[in-house]
């Protein structure tokens, strides 16, 4: 693997996550939201 190029190496790995891509992105999103509504409530208390 050390002697892969970067672009060799996302293509190893690009197919395992593709499957599963749009659930990192949902639950990142949801972190987002409720990290981000967390510091409102804090700031304005």
């Known amino acids: 693997m ?3 190029t970067p ?3 996302e293509g190893l790995l690009r197919p395992t996550f593709k499957q599963d891509e749009w659930k990192l992105v949902a639950v990142g999103a949801l972190l ?3 990290i981000g509504e967390l510091q409102v409530h804090l700031l304005l208390t």
Request: proline share 0%.
């Open 2 to 4: 050390e002697l892969m």
């Open 32 to 34: 987002e939201f409720v």
């Open 7 to 9: 672009d060799e190496f």
